[in-house]
Nanobody, 125 residues
Framework: QVQLVESGGGMVQAGGSLRLSCTAS????????MGWYRQAPDNKRELVAR???????NYADSVKGRFTISRDSAKNQLYLGMDILNPEDTAVYYC???????????????????WGEGTQVTVSS
């Protein structure tokens, strides 16, 4: 099991910046990659950015050039730097981690998704 706790959300004016953090605990070694998702009212949860074990990243088109995902494995932390925020970025942001279920014999099982409880980001115009 992996536990994820987000922090850093808040309210900011359009054009401003925020930095989200996610602290992971539990079976950290099972994590293969991590990401940030967001969900606005009446919308589906969508991928914002993901970082893989080799350091490669991908971003939603809507945040490219404005958001930066990074990971500090030594501190078990994931970050999302958000610049040039606009009201369309308003949402609850969730930290996500993916990794295989580890069977009792140590062999990898199905891929699992772990989620934090989310942190609210509100951008005013």
């Amino acid at each position: 099991q992996v536990q994820l706790v987000e922090s850093g959300g808040g309210m900011v004016q359009a054009g401003g910046s925020l930095r989200l953090s996610c602290t992971a605990s539990g079976n950290i070694k099972s994590i293969k990659d991590m990401g940030w998702y967001r969900q606005a009212p009446d919308n589906k949860r969508e991928l914002v950015a993901r970082i893989f074990g080799d350091g490669n990243t991908n971003y939603a088109d809507s945040v490219k050039g404005r958001f930066t995902i990074s990971r500090d494995s030594a501190k078990n932390q994931l970050y999302l730097g958000m610049d040039i925020l606009n009201p369309e970025d308003t949402a609850v942001y969730y930290c996500n981690a993916r990794g295989p279920y580890i069977r009792p014999d140590g062999s990898p099982g199905p891929l699992l998704n772990y989620w934090g409880e989310g942190t609210q980001v509100t951008v005013s115009s």
